[in-house]
């Protein structure tokens, strides 16, 4: 293969790379700001004009869903999340490479069982409405199996890069 082919290759895959998480974290702000919004519509409804709003709940509740998910996928892709590691730190070389690779192994594999539960529960609850908006609750179940999945692609590209 040509050295520019190469190349091309190589830019379009990190511009794909760079729209996806671009696009993943413009959705994970976006729901968290549309539900701060309806989060203050709820309370100004209820204690300034005294009229209740029931959809502002559940829509809330939905949007907080989507962007904790999404939320938790970007915090995998810049390895934010918390975790103790009081043995990996008292570890070096090798031995705190295979324990790292360990670790990241049984996260992808509690990832994955909860990936299928949640394509499970989407199947269960499909053509189920939420009660107050026109929402099915696969759609909610599919912000975890989404950022769950994308954790799982993370995971196991770390592991292989970590291995070889």
Same mark, same amino acid.
């Given at each position: ?7 091309? !290759?190589?830019?379009?895959?990190? !511009? ?6 671009? $696009? ?20 100004? !409804? ?13 829509? $809330? ?16 892709? !810049? ?10 730190d008292r570890l070096r070389g090798?031995?705190?490479q295979i324990f790292v690779v360990? $670790? ?61």
């Open positions: 293969m040509p050295i520019e082919a190469t190349e091309n !290759s190589n830019n379009l895959m990190k !511009s794909t790379k760079t729209g996806f998480w671009v $696009a993943v974290e413009t959705i994970a702000l976006f729901c968290f700001s549309l539900m701060f919004v309806i989060m203050l519509l709820q309370v100004l !409804s209820r204690y300034v004009l005294k009229i209740g709003m029931p959809w502002t709940d559940e829509a $809330a509740r939905f949007l907080f869903l989507w962007s904790t998910f999404l939320g938790a996928a970007i915090a995998q892709r !810049s390895n934010s999340h918390i975790r103790v590691s009081i043995l990996t090798k031995v705190k360990a $670790a990241s192994s049984l996260e992808a594999v509690v990832s994955i069982i909860i990936f299928i539960g949640t394509i499970l529960m989407m199947k269960k609850t499909y053509g189920i409405l939420a009660s107050s908006i026109p929402i099915g609750y696969s759609w909610i179940y599919l912000s975890l199996a989404l950022g769950v999945s994308i954790i799982v692609v993370l995971l196991l590209t770390d592991i292989v890069k970590k291995i070889v």
